[in-house]
């Protein structure tokens, strides 16, 4: 495995673990917190942006306004099954969902969900380490590097792992610090 690939694969697990985050929701409205929603539309699982203009008027209202007005339905369903936890209000033209302001015991709820997905981000940045260095330690053992030149790449590809941890923690430090400011 290359050097620059094992970067793009952890660079998109940094992508990933900051989609997560962002389905957080911080105590103001933000469009991104129904990035995870899919809509049964037509018999076809559909994301909720594909299907409706989302858009936040203001710090506490996001407004779901459906192309087909036949999925309001659909839409405010598969709101309501969501992690979310906020209650859709189906005015028969658009979907609005109120943003409530966060409670203490909450925002810690929501300090411990990120938590978990900057591990979930770690883990998977480590199991791209491990298959990198198997790839290095096969080459070795099948005599197309030396010794030496494995555990240098080895030393790289450490360093670049913990380069990628630490953006995890960076990211999750600015989330929790997101979810905590009142």
Request: glycine content about 4%; cysteine-free; hydrophobic content about 30%.
């Amino acid at each position: 495995m290359k050097l620059d690939e094992l970067k793009a694969n952890m660079q998109k697990t940094i992508e990933s673990t900051q989609r997560s985050f962002n389905s957080i929701r911080t105590g103001r409205a933000n469009a991104s917190l129904l990035d995870r929603i899919v809509v049964e539309y037509y018999g076809t699982e559909t994301p909720l942006k594909s299907l409706a203009n989302i858009s936040t008027p203001d710090s506490a209202t996001i407004t779901i306004q459906p192309y087909d007005k036949g999925s309001l339905a659909q839409i405010e369903k598969a709101i309501s099954m969501s992690d979310i936890g906020l209650t859709p209000n189906n005015d028969g033209d658009m979907i609005r969902l109120n943003v409530p302001p966060l409670t203490s015991d909450r925002r810690q709820e929501l300090v411990k969900i990120a938590g978990k997905y900057a591990e979930e981000g770690k883990v998977a940045v480590r199991n791209i380490r491990r298959d990198a260095i198997d790839a290095v330690r096969k080459q070795e053992k099948s005599s197309e590097i030396s010794e030496d030149e494995s555990r240098d790449i080895q030393e790289q590809i450490q360093k670049i792992t913990n380069q990628y941890t630490t953006k995890i923690e960076e990211l999750l430090a600015a989330k929790e610090k997101d979810i905590t400011t009142v």
